[in-house]
C-alpha cells in the first residue's frame, strides 16, 4: 500500500527541489488559508448575510402593505424611505418580466431569492443584481400594479467578507513570497554543486567553483572540490608519467633504426624496422589514451566546421560528408575531433569508402559514420571499446593498433553525456552512431 503511495508520489511531485520545498511550505499555508475562508463563510458571512437580506425584505413588504391600505400617501412614502434608507420607489404599470435577472452562482443572489420567495411567494418578484454597479434592482408585483425599488448593494450584502478575505489572504501571500525568497537562496548552493558536479562529468574544468550554502551543503561541496582536484591531479601525473616513458623509450628506438640501417642483413632489418614501428605507435597510443584523459576546457563547437577540418586533414575522396547547417553545442572540441576522425579514419583503413551524415533529432546531434568494410560480428560490438581489447587478424584484416582507439572514442563521447552504439550499415560494412545532447 505505501509503496504504491509512494511511487503515486514520484510521478506527481515536481523534479526540482525548489519546486518541492515549496509545496511543502506552501501548501499547508494554502490549506489553512481555505478551512478560514470556508469557516468564516458558513458561519460568520452566511449568517451575516442573511440577516441583512431578512431585513431588507421586511422593509419592502412594509412599504407594499402601506401603499395597498394608502395609495395616496405614495409621495410621503417615496420621500420617506429616500431620506431615511436611500431607496429609490417608483409604480409602474407594465408586464411583470418572465425572465429573471439572478446570477446563479453568486451567494448574495441566492440568499436575496431565498427570502423574496418566502415573503412575497413565486411569481411575485424579480431583482437584478448585475443591473446596476452599487445598487439592486428589485421588483414587487403589488395587485395590478408593479413597485419598483432600487436599493444599495450595501443593504443586500455585507462588505464585510472582503475586507476579511484582504486580512487573511495578504498575510499568506506575504510569507509565500517569504519562503520563496528563502528557499531560492537554501537550494542555490545545491544547484550550483549540480552544475558543478555535470561540468565535471563532462570534462570541464570547474576551479572556480566555491562551497556556500548550509553547513551540509558546504560540506559536500568542499568534498567534492577536494575529489575534483584530487582527480585532475592524478591524472595529470599520469600523463607526464607516460609522455616521460614515451620520451625516453623513443630514443633507443631512435637508434635501433639507425643501427638497423647499418646493418646489411635487408631481410632481417626489415622484420626488425616492422616490430620497431609498431612499438613507436603502441607508444603512440598509449600516450594518446592518457592525455585524453586529461581535461581539457570546454567551448563552443560548430560541427560544421569541424567536420570540414576532418575532411581536410583525411584528404580522401572515398570520404562523403553531409551535415546539417546551425549545429552548435557546447564541448571539448580537440577531443571530439580526435574521436570522430578515429572512428572515420578505421572505416577508410578497413573498407574503400566511409559516409557520414550529421544531423538535429529530438534535442539530440546525431552523427552516423558508415562504412563498406567487413564489418564486426555482433557478438563483439561490446568488446571493441574496451582497452587493449583487439579481433582476431582474419576479422581485423592484419592491421596494426593496440586496441586504444574505440575505448578513447567511448570515453570521450560519455564524457560529453552521448552515447555510441555500432550496427550493420545500409553499405554491408559496419554502421557507427554517435548521440550527443543539444
Known amino acids: ?42 458561519s460568520i458571512w452566511i449568517k451575516a448575510n442573511k440577516n441583512i437580506t431578512r431585513s431588507l425584505v421586511a422593509q419592502l413588504k412594509a412599504v407594499q402593505d402601506v401603499y395597498q391600505n394608502d395609495k395616496k400617501n405614495l409621495d410621503f412614502l417615496t420621500d420617506s424611505y429616500k431620506n431615511n434608507f436611500d431607496f429609490e420607489i417608483g409604480i409602474v404599470k407594465e408586464n411583470f418580466p418572465n425572465s429573471t435577472g439572478e446570477r446563479r452562482f453568486s451567494p448574495m443572489d441566492r440568499s436575496l431569492r431565498r427570502e423574496l420567495k418566502s415573503t412575497f411567494g413565486n411569481n411575485n418578484y424579480w431583482f437584478s443584481t448585475s443591473k446596476f454597479k452599487n445598487a439592486v434592482e428589485i421588483k414587487i408585483r403589488s395587485e395590478n400594479e408593479i413597485i419598483e425599488f432600487l436599493v444599495p448593494k450595501e443593504m443586500v450584502s455585507t462588505s464585510s467578507v472582503r475586507l476579511f478575505v484582504l486580512w487573511t489572504t495578504l498575510p499568506s501571500v506575504v510569507l509565500i513570497i517569504i519562503a520563496l525568497i528563502f528557499l531560492k537562496n537554501q537550494t542555490k548552493p545545491l544547484v550550483r554543486l549540480a552544475k558543478a558536479a555535470e561540468r565535471f562529468g563532462k570534462g570541464d574544468y570547474v576551479n572556480d567553483f566555491s562551497p556556500s550554502g548550509s553547513q551540509e551543503i558546504r560540506k559536500a561541496a568542499y568534498e567534492f572540490d577536494r575529489m575534483a582536484k584530487r582527480i585532475n591531479r592524478h591524472l595529470n601525473q599520469r600523463s607526464e608519467m607516460l609522455s616521460g616513458i614515451s620520451h625516453d623509450l623513443r630514443t633507443p628506438l631512435t637508434r635501433l633504426k639507425l643501427q638497423l640501417a647499418m646493418i646489411k642483413q635487408k ?91 550529421v544531423q538535429k533529432s529530438n534535442n539530440r546531434v546525431i552523427v552516423l559514420i558508415e562504412d563498406d568494410g567487413p564489418g564486426i560480428p555482433e557478438d563483439q560490438y561490446k568488446n571493441v571499446f574496451k582497452p587493449f581489447f583487439r579481433l582476431d587478424k582474419s576479422r581485423s584484416l592484419n592491421k596494426s593498433g593496440v586496441g586504444l582507439g574505440l575505448a578513447i572514442v567511448e570515453d570521450v563521447i560519455n564524457s560529453h553525456g552521448g552515447n555510441i552504439q555500432m550496427g550493420k550499415s545500409k553499405m554491408k560494412g559496419l554502421s557507427v552512431k554517435i548521440s550527443l545532447p543539444y
Do not use: H, W
Not at 551535415?323 to 578515429?342: H, M, T, V, W, Y
Open 1 to 42: 500500500m505505501f509503496s504504491g503511495f509512494n511511487k503515486f508520489l514520484k510521478v506527481i511531485l515536481p523534479k526540482r527541489l525548489f519546486y518541492r520545498a515549496l509545496i511543502i511550505v506552501a501548501a499547508p499555508t494554502i490549506l489553512l488559508q481555505l478551512i478560514i475562508t470556508i469557516v468564516f463563510y458558513d
Open 267 to 357: 631481410d632481417l632489418t626489415e622484420k626488425m624496422s616492422k616490430d620497431i614501428d609498431e612499438m613507436e605507435k603502441m607508444l603512440n597510443d598509449y600516450l594518446q589514451f592518457a592525455k585524453n584523459q586529461v581535461m581539457e576546457n570546454t567551448d563552443q563547437i560548430d560541427l560544421t566546421s569541424l567536420f570540414n577540418e576532418i575532411k581536410n586533414v583525411i584528404n580522401n575522396k572515398n570520404l562523403r560528408i553531409e551535415c546539417e547547417n546551425d549545429i552548435n553545442f557546447k564541448g571539448r572540441p580537440g577531443a571530439l575531433k580526435r574521436s570522430f576522425q578515429n572512428v572515420i579514419q578505421n572505416g577508410l583503413t578497413y573498407g574503400k569508402s566511409v559516409n557520414v551524415k
